[in-house]
């Protein structure tokens, strides 16, 4: 036997099984039957080769294959961004829950997934970006500017608060590879053009003008014809839907609100002690009127200039102290600066801090009248002269003593609402499941609110922050109770959920005479309907007028109509613009539901928009949006086509 066996494995047959055994071992390795693997994809994406693009996803094709995976952090933090920017577009509207809908959760997935397949398809096409375009991409980005211009020290700190923090070199990449991806959709959506046929054509077809007939059919006669239980059951079972109680809570909470608490006493002392402290505060600085003569000194001067400077400002001193000197007339004659050489070196009145440090530390220790210099600033030598003097002054306590008192009052009251509010913390994180015992403790009381759903309800389940809490998965599984609330200045509020009811089907005895108002609502609808199709049909063999003569109804005219004309109503005029144009003297006739009424109306003519009423600004304008949007709706055609080429797979229970 074992020799029969060792004959079966020699030979070609034997060499066939080793080769099938072998190549995958070759190919890919122990590891592969070996380890298992555990994927932690959100989206994995599959490109065929540039060179097979027909090729089956079947093993071993599937090798060769490009995969590349979107994992769960870089979505989660692409999702978090996106929850970011809602939230400060909606601010208190802002709803977690609508937001983390699986719908809007495959919006942000879908957006990265096109993102990933425009990078792969970019360099599955051999596109290079030049270091060139890289830089100058960074270079113009606002953020890194600085005056308009880019600012090195700014770039690196910017990257350094990133979180991560990144390097140049990593940022650098990051921005190759985005303008990688767009590359191809953007040069597609810029390549769009309008012709001006095109454009004139469209212009005529929105600025089309049409005269309309209709009749407006009265509301059919209240329906009185028995319900029967059948009916009642059949509706409910296919409108079940429309006949739910929503999601609700109620809430146990204790409120600290700043303003109801007693203001704190104040005394004499206390008052004093606080105008001593902010005596600044009530005193207004002193002012000062001012001209100067400045003998410049270009920056990175050598020293003989600097030199020849200062001797110049000491002469033009020693002159301007001269008794009878006309100060302003040297100024004008000698000044260096522009802008107050013409008014004679006269600056105005300027207030402490005004000016560079040694040029205001002078002017504000002379005397009125008093010329002192030269002086030394960063833009060279000044001579300044002091023209008059304005003291500053100070407000006497009893008049701030009012004042005084309301901030030392509303002071005490904050220091006691945020003492009192984080007692109230402490106390309720011992006891989270209930807030009786922290309320009491405290002397606060516990209040509870009626049943409300997510519309919100009087009180505090009025305030959005209120509703998010209360409806949050965390406090109506735990029963705990919530982080403090900020509901506005000194005013924060604790909440616990003590009943909630989930949102349920209403049984049928309960919503009975609501399925019964549908029913009877339905056959009104119905019957409006059938009248409506009735007068049509005459219409259409007679004409409108003769149809609603014999139906005793009245012909409205409304002519010349625009699709922005407001009249009848802007629903009505979308229905008259929403059928073909009229051919000759055959009008288009139609009916429409319009606000619940229906009507019937005919089309009789159309006329082409006026081009030759707009501007040149006009056309250039509106032909830009076109392009642009023409261009958009390019990019996302190219970026459909790309995705059919590819096999995308959605870990569902991973987003």
Do not use: C
Not at 76 to 92: P, S, T, Y
Not at 275 to 303: D, F, M, W
Not at 571 to 600: C, Y
């Amino acid at each position: 036997m074992l020799q029969k066996l060792r004959d079966k494995t020699t030979g070609w047959i034997a060499g066939t099984i080793l080769t099938i055994v072998t190549v995958p071992f070759a190919f890919f390795g122990m590891e592969s039957y070996m380890s298992q693997r555990v994927d932690t994809y959100v989206a994995r994406i599959a490109q065929p080769p540039s060179w097979w693009q027909s090729a089956p996803q079947v093993w071993p094709v599937t090798y060769l294959w490009k995969i590349e995976d979107i994992d769960q952090q870089e979505y989660k933090e692409r999702l978090e961004g996106a929850r970011m920017r809602v939230r400060d577009a909606q601010g208190e509207n802002f709803d977690p829950k609508a937001f983390e809908s699986v719908e809007n959760k495959r919006r942000v997935l879908d957006a990265l997934v096109d993102e990933r397949l425009m990078l792969m398809a970019g360099k599955q096409a051999g596109v290079v970006i030049s270091d060139a375009l890289v830089r100058d991409t960074i270079m113009k980005t606002p953020d890194f500017q600085v005056d308009g211009n880019f600012n090195a020290d700014r770039y690196q700190m910017l990257l350094g608060t990133l979180r991560p923090p990144m390097t140049p070199r990593d940022y650098e990449a990051k921005i190759r590879e985005q303008l990688l991806g767009n590359l191809i959709p953007g040069r597609l959506a810029r390549s769009t053009f309008v012709t001006n046929g095109e454009f004139d054509r469209l212009m005529r077809l929105l600025g089309e003008h049409r005269d309309v007939a209709y009749v407006a059919l009265p509301a059919p006669a209240a329906d009185t014809d028995e319900v029967t239980q059948a009916q009642v059951d059949a509706w409910y079972k296919t409108h079940q839907g429309e006949y739910r109680s929503p999601e609700t809570v109620r809430l146990e909470y204790v409120e600290v609100d700043g303003s109801k608490l007693p203001a704190p006493a104040t005394d004499e002392a206390a008052l004093r002690k606080r105008y001593q402290e902010q005596s600044a505060k009530y005193a207004s600085a002193g002012k000062r009127e001012i001209s100067h003569i400045l003998v410049a000194v270009p920056a990175g001067a050598n020293a003989a200039v600097q030199k020849a400077a200062e001797a110049k400002a000491a002469k033009l001193a020693e002159m301007a102290r001269a008794p009878g000197a006309d100060f302003a007339a040297l100024a004008r004659a000698n000044s260096d600066d522009t802008g107050s050489k013409a008014a004679g070196g006269d600056l105005g009145w300027l207030g402490k801090g005004s000016m560079p440090g040694a040029f205001d530390e002078a002017a504000f220790a002379m005397q009125a009248g008093e010329v002192r210099g030269p002086v030394k600033s960063d833009f060279g030598w000044h001579i300044i002269k002091v023209n008059q003097v304005q003291a500053g002054v100070q407000r006497p306590f009893e008049e701030v003593r009012a004042e005084l008192e309301k901030e030392l009052q509303q002071g005490g009251r904050e220091q006691a609402f945020n003492d009192l509010t984080g007692k109230l913390v402490d106390a309720v994180y011992k006891n989270p499941s209930s807030l009786a015992p922290a309320a009491k403790a405290l002397g606060l009381q516990v209040q509870t609110t009626p049943v409300f759903s997510r519309a919100g309800a009087a009180g505090i389940a009025s305030e959005q922050k209120v509703l998010r809490a209360a409806f949050s998965d965390t406090l109506i599984q735990d029963g705990t109770a919530s982080d403090p609330i900020e509901l506005g200045p000194m005013r924060t509020v604790l909440i616990r959920v003590i009943a909630h009811e989930p949102e349920k089907a209403q049984p049928l005895a309960q919503v009975r005479d609501a399925v019964v108002a549908s029913i009877r609502a339905d056959r009104q609808r119905k019957a409006a309907e059938a009248a409506a199709q009735t007068l049509l049909q005459a219409a259409r063999k007679d004409g409108l007028d003769a149809a609603a003569r014999a139906a005793g109804l009245a012909v409205v005219e409304a002519n010349d109509l625009v699709r922005q004309s407001p009249l009848p109503s802007p629903q009505a005029v979308a229905a008259f613009f929403d059928v073909p144009r009229p051919r000759a003297e055959h009008p288009v006739l139609e009916k429409a539901r319009v606000a619940g009424q229906f009507l019937v109306f005919a089309v009789r003519a159309a006329r082409d928009g006026d081009i030759t009423q707009m501007t040149p600004q006009e056309r250039a304008q509106i032909l830009r949006q076109i392009t642009a949007a023409d261009g958009e709706q390019a990019q996302e055609a190219f970026i459909r086509t790309e995705r059919k080429r590819y096999d995308i797979k959605v870990a569902e229970d991973r987003l």
